[in-house]
């Protein structure tokens, strides 16, 4: 994570929550949190390469999804930074959460965040909507928080050549979640950068089938081996 001097322009109250695919009557959702920086004040722009990054990614889910009736939205974060204690990102989440609930009535909800929003959905996951989180290559610095993933499901996905965000970080955290989640899982991506710029079409397809597999888990075969389930070493896959 980097630092940004930019001077903050305005907070406002626009709202959070992008839809990307909306059906008539969604019968459950999948929420898409972009990256950050650790510090920054500068607004967010769809342009910024965090926000960029994401949409094939966004594509690769919706073309995934296991039924038609599922709702893909993006957070829309005010401000690039997390910003120390105020944690501006999950502000943020919770807010579009609530504007998900407002939009379309209570629905299970699949958190998918990349590094920042990894964080900011971990943080999120006690929210009523959330049923699920799968943070990709996320910043979950030691002593993050757990106990709000109680009975939901946890996977993290995390390249062995990212050197920004701790993978090994990742693992602590994933272990600790078994105190409260659900099956929390992780698998380690082979030759796999922070930006998952390496192998881009293996990130997407494995995210893609992780959050159908999420969404119907009866339906949908976990594209996870066993072991991403274990107390020992993670998987490579």
Do not use: K
Not at 74 to 101: C, I, M, S
Not at 106 to 134: D, E, K, N, Y
Request: hydrophobic share 40%; proline share 9%; glycine share 8%.
């Amino acid at each position: 994570m980097t630092r940004d001097s930019g001077q903050q322009t305005g907070t406002g109250t626009r709202a959070l929550l992008l839809p990307r695919s909306l059906p008539s009557r969604p019968r459950a959702a999948v929420l898409v949190l972009h990256g950050g920086q650790a510090s920054s004040e500068r607004p967010t722009s769809p342009w910024q390469p965090a926000a960029l990054r994401m949409r094939p990614l966004v594509r690769a889910v919706t073309a995934a999804l296991p039924h038609e009736d599922v709702l893909v939205a993006q957070v829309r974060y005010r401000l690039r930074g997390w910003n120390a204690e105020r944690a501006d990102p999950l502000r943020d989440t919770r807010r579009a959460l609530d504007e998900l609930r407002e939009l379309t009535g209570p629905l299970p909800t699949v958190l998918l965040g990349h590094s920042m929003g990894g964080r900011a959905a971990l943080r999120a996951a006690g929210h009523p909507q959330v049923c699920a989180v799968l943070a990709l290559a996320p910043w979950w610095p030691a002593g993050e928080p757990v106990a709000q993933t109680a009975g939901r499901r946890v996977i993290a996905l995390h390249g062995n050549r990212d050197r920004i965000t701790s993978a090994a970080e990742t693992a602590d955290c994933v272990r600790r979640a078994r105190e409260a989640a659900a099956r929390p899982a992780m698998a380690v991506v082979g030759d796999g950068d922070h930006a998952m710029l390496r192998r881009h079409r293996f990130w997407h397809r494995t995210a893609s089938a992780v959050v159908a597999h999420l969404l119907d888990p009866d339906g949908v075969p976990d594209p996870l081996p066993e072991e991403s389930y274990g107390g020992g070493h993670f998987p490579v896959l």
